[in-house]
């Protein structure tokens, strides 16, 4: 009989923001397929018995190529395994879980997604900053700096139009993605923050300026794995982090 794939994901980073329902796959799974930014001590709630594959890819590299990660799901399901695929933050947002769900759908493989906190929220909130706010911004835009042909990403006019702009695997074009979001109208004092490895221990943010962000973190020697907010909300930062008494989620302050 055919097992189950879950497509589970594993939050942000800190081991505590998994789902209820997350953690309950990875406890019972027969196999754990997993990525490069989930936290070692999730793992460690594996069964004793589970296999364990990593397939973690880096940004712009692959170990495992997709294909090969979407074979290897559908095996250890027709051998009759229970199946957590465990991918960093939310699997459906840049995390190729869609492209997982279409594969196992169309070989009428059981699957399910349980839904992770994805890092575009979660790292502005670990370092102080709602991506949303009744009076600054009531739309936010999640996109990708770095797309499948390695180029700086579509739409950056259309993003500039809008309150909050959340870049994933941004750090690399950010430069190029500044040039453009200024190009299209968004104003160079707009203020920007990059937090890398929000809700780690070691989570580190830099604040500036869409005009100086790129160069800030580039001193600071911040590389990926990074989330670029920019927007008013980042004012809130000082606010919410400086103000005596204030309590954010996560690592903030840090
Ligand atoms: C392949 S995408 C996966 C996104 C993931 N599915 C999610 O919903 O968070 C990986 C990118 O997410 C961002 N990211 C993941 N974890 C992060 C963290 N703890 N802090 C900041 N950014 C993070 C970085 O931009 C990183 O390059």
Known sequence: MTGK??????????????????????????????????APELLAEARPDAQLYYVGKGEGWETVSQD????????????????????????FVFGRGGEEAEYLATRSIPFEVVPGVSAAIAAPAAAGIPVTHRAQATSVVIATGHTCSGSAGPAWEAAAGLDTIVL???????????????????????????????????????????ADIAERARAAGLGPPATVVIGEVVRLRDRLVNAKGAHAPGAVGR
């Open 5 to 38: 794939v879950y497509l589970v994901g594993a939050g942000p980073g800190d081991p505590g923001l998994i789902t209820v329902r997350g953690l309950a796959c990875i406890r019972r799974a027969d196999a754990i397929v997993y990525d490069r930014l989930v």
């Open 68 to 91: 090969d990660i979407n074979r290897m799901l559908e095996s250890l399901a027709v051998r009759g395994l229970e199946v957590c695929r465990l991918k960093g933050g939310d699997p």
């Open 168 to 210: 994933l695997m941004g750090m690399k074009n950010l430069p190029a993605i500044s040039q453009r979001l200024m190009a299209a109208g968004r104003s160079p004092a707009t203020p920007a923050a990059v937090v890398r490895r929000g809700t780690w221990p070691d989570q580190q943010v830099v604040t500036g300026t869409l």
